[in-house]
């Protein structure tokens, strides 16, 4: 049970009915997990959303990369919410199952495509040390591109923001997918 459940959709206030209609008619579909809790404070949700729908949807990123970094985030919180939401999705853009597994486990997974590897060790160091060294600064920007270095940044932010929602809130990965 979450510390702090969604408004009841029934009992919504127009801003926050608006916040709720943008997110189901945009790509998610659907109202669940921190994007309902947020739903309390609207214009914080509709700001969270939109950099979530950018971060998630429209980044220079592929898909695999992305459902990597948002993994390393979600496992690094200790978010399993995140975990259970994105290994499915993240296997489904083609990252590799004995990825997925090592992350799952908190080991280092082998990689064979350099751009994987590259994600992991920013994404490692960043979250570990609240900073990357200039050598894998330099890495990322040779191997993803500055366009991805700097939408890579967005997307740990903003599932760190997501994991922290779940954490602070206890969001239940098996809660309802939308609002009652």
Known sequence: MSRLSPPHKHELTSAQRKV??????GPRGRVQGPLGVWLWRPKLASSAQQLGQYCRYDS????????????I???HWGSEFEWQTHKPIALDA???????????????????????????????????????????????????GQDAVVDLVGLLGYYTLISMTINVFEVDANGPTDLA
């Open 20 to 25: 709720h209609d943008d997110i189901v008619a």
């Open 60 to 71: 220079s990123l592929a898909a695999r990369l992305s459902e990597l970094a948002i993994l």
């Open 73 to 75: 985030t979600g496992r």
């Open 94 to 144: 083609g990252l590799s199952p004995d990825i997925v597994e090592n992350i799952r486990q908190n080991q280092t997974p082998t990689f064979t495509h350099e751009d994987e590897r590259t994600v992991y060790v920013f994404a490692q160091e960043l979250l570990d040390t609240r900073a990357v060294s200039d050598g894998t600064y330099q890495l990322a920007i040779d191997i993803l």
